[in-house]
């Protein structure tokens, strides 16, 4: 594993007001702007406390969606949510933006652009970071570029549209590309921060959501999005700069990336980094052990057996009878990803076996648990982990390729196939997907890519945000969360001192509920959109709040 360096956080306190001409002393305890923006380091530093904005550990995840169900019911996937009096995504990006805007105002009265360009390259990237997660949860929000003041008109400005919103992104994503150094021209300390190819990767991402969106959900410039999505995308893979995680075979390398095998391997595009005694530790392997996060059925249920078709078409699926007969014959994600039963594992010190699942206290509620991300270091079990989160990943970059190709095109070559899909199915040993199996099989391309999708990204955080984009969350959100078929099966000589309709709920076919649908909602008239913060449209009168909230 390559030494780590983390991106110091340093406090910054910007003056803003200039000091009168009789008396101009600078703060002793503080960094002012008559003593700083003198040199490149000086941008450094500010450009620092932008990664900030990086989540930790589990405060992104598939909660929100229907994949995985933590320890209770979520209130984003049920529908139950309300608006809020005040929102800490909404302030805080907004403080972040404003930081941002100020450091680009500096940057245009130094007297070397190009001695500072990386800094701006930063700049620019979070700013796009910013505005993309405000896009994504809001929709069209205010614009703000410049430094504003107690005065500023900016202050009450109206929304501006999805469209102008996704343009600066953009634009700022664009501007980023060219001002950033390639991953291997980032060395030494540096390693870590924000390359060309991580701004490249991230306006795939960002052009994806807002083609598809704007396909799905009649708006505008759909193909111009998608085509973006696929340009950005291609020209990560084709940069050579990336590769899968393959080293350590088909039954492992999925899984250990995510934990300390895989940190800065080159499938690792960008991370939220840690080192102990620098920025902390997490608890995340320990976190799991706990269930706040469990897979459901309708994540199991859509890996693919070993012969590339979904289990209700392949006379490989052997059915739910043991505990273990889900899981054979199936791609070798699932047991990456889900533990199954005997799997060996390392355990503090020692070695432990996954020997049923946890229906008792720390409950999973769906009767599953999270093998991916559990690291196996005495560390891990004891809140000292210093396995990063992964942000951006070379695999993500595949998959964007592949569907924006797809939904821009209404159809994907076999080539562009092997040079997406097909590479993360070779990591697992997977049959390919190509043209030609799925007319014979009677599948749907679409759904395919989209399946895979749902698989190789699996509990990273995806699947709410795809849900929306596609328009069918109104589909799958409101449909019972379910877990494992406990009755007629070996679970029940298992556990014996379990009762259904006790201890938990089944349905009428035996699989455990953890939530029935009478509990779960989705209006597609105002769920595709989370509502304003009441606090910012009584502050300003000319924000509008969200349809139907």
């Known amino acids: 594993m390559k030494t780590k360096y983390i991106v110091a956080i340093i406090g910054l306190v910007m003056i803003l007001g200039s000091c009168t001409k009789e008396l101009d002393l600078y703060p002793k305890d503080q960094v002012s702007d008559g003593s700083f923006w003198k040199s490149p380091k000086d941008f450094e530093l500010a450009a620092n406390r932008f990664y900030r904005a990086f989540p930790s550990h589990?405060?992104?995840?598939?909660?929100?969606?229907?994949?995985?169900?933590?320890?209770?019911?979520?209130?984003?996937?049920?529908?139950?949510?309300?608006?809020?009096?005040?929102?800490?995504?909404?302030?805080?990006?907004?403080?972040?933006?404003?930081?941002?805007?100020?450091?680009?105002?500096?940057?245009?009265?130094?007297?070397?652009?190009?001695?500072?360009?990386?800094?701006?390259?930063?700049?620019?990237?979070?700013?796009?970071?910013?505005?993309?997660?405000?896009?994504?949860?809001?929709?069209?929000?205010?614009?703000?570029?410049?430094?504003?003041?107690?005065?500023?008109?900016?202050?009450?400005?109206?929304r501006n549209s999805r469209e102008e919103v996704a343009d600066l992104i953009i634009a700022d994503l664009q501007k980023a590309i060219s001002f950033l150094p390639k991953a291997s021209e980032i060395e030494g300390i540096d390693l870590g921060r924000i390359s060309k190819g991580a701004a490249q990767a991230f306006l795939s991402r960002i052009a994806l959501f807002e083609g598809t969106w704007a396909k799905y959900h009649n708006g505008t410039k759909a193909n111009e999005r998608l085509t973006i999505a696929a340009q950005a995308a291609k020209s990560v893979i084709d940069s050579g700069e990336y590769e899968l995680f393959n080293s350590l075979g088909t039954d492992k390398s999925y899984r250990k990336l995510f934990i300390e095998a895989g940190e800065d391997s080159e499938e690792v595009i960008l991370s939220r980094r840690y080192v102990k005694d620098i920025n902390g530790t997490h608890n995340h392997t320990r976190w799991l052990e706990q269930n706040i996060m469990n897979p459901t059925r309708s994540l199991v249920d859509d890996y693919l057996c070993t012969d590339g078709l979904p289990i209700s078409d392949s006379p490989l699926f052997n059915g739910y009878d043991t505990m273990t007969s889900e899981f054979e014959n199936r791609d070798p994600r699932m047991a990456q990803t889900v533990f199954m039963v005997g799997t060996e594992y390392a355990w503090y010190d020692t070695t432990k076996i996954f020997d049923k699942p946890s229906l008792v206290s720390p409950v999973t509620r769906t009767g599953y648990s999270v093998y991916k991300y559990l690291a196996e270091s005495l560390e891990s079990w004891s809140n000292n982990s210093e396995y990063d989160n992964i942000i951006i990943r070379y695999g993500e970059v595949l998959l964007n390729y592949a569907e924006a190709k797809y939904e821009l095109e209404g159809s994907i070559s076999d080539a562009d196939l092997d040079g997406s899909v097909n590479k993360l199915r070779d990591r697992v040993g997977m049959v390919h997907l190509t043209n030609a199996f799925v007319?014979?099989?009677?599948?749907?391309?679409?759904?395919?890519?989209?399946?895979?999708?749902?698989?190789?990204?699996?509990?990273?955080?995806?699947?709410?945000?795809?849900?929306?984009?596609?328009?069918?969350?109104?589909?799958?959100?409101?449909?019972?969360?379910?877990?494992?078929?406990?009755?007629?099966?070996?679970?029940?000589?298992?556990?014996?001192?379990?009762?259904?309709?006790?201890?938990?709920?089944?349905?009428s076919e035996g699989y455990i509920v953890a939530e029935p649908a009478g509990d779960r909602t989705f209006n597609a008239s105002k769920h595709y959109l989370r509502p304003l913060p009441k606090k910012q449209i009584n502050l300003n009168p000319n924000l509008e709040q969200n349809p139907g909230w």
């Open 439 to 507: 007319g014979a099989n009677g599948l749907d391309m679409q759904l395919e890519i989209r399946r895979e999708r749902k698989i190789e990204l699996a509990c990273e955080g995806f699947r709410f945000n795809d849900l929306m984009r596609w328009k069918t969350a109104e589909e799958e959100m409101p449909k019972a969360v379910k877990g494992i078929k406990f009755v007629g099966t070996e679970y029940e000589t298992v556990f014996p001192d379990l009762t259904p309709g006790v201890h938990f709920q089944v349905d």
């Open 58 to 158: 589990f405060s992104h995840h598939d909660s929100n969606a229907e994949s995985t169900f933590g320890s209770g019911p979520n209130e984003v996937s049920n529908g139950t949510y309300v608006a809020p009096d005040n929102s800490g995504h909404w302030d805080n990006s907004y403080g972040a933006i404003r930081e941002i805007n100020y450091l680009l105002a500096k940057s245009e009265e130094y007297a070397n652009p190009d001695e500072i360009k990386t800094w701006v390259g930063e700049a620019y990237f979070f700013r796009a970071w910013q505005y993309a997660g405000l896009l994504t949860e809001f929709g069209g929000v205010p614009i703000i570029t410049k430094v504003l003041d107690v005065n500023s008109e900016e202050l009450n400005a109206p």
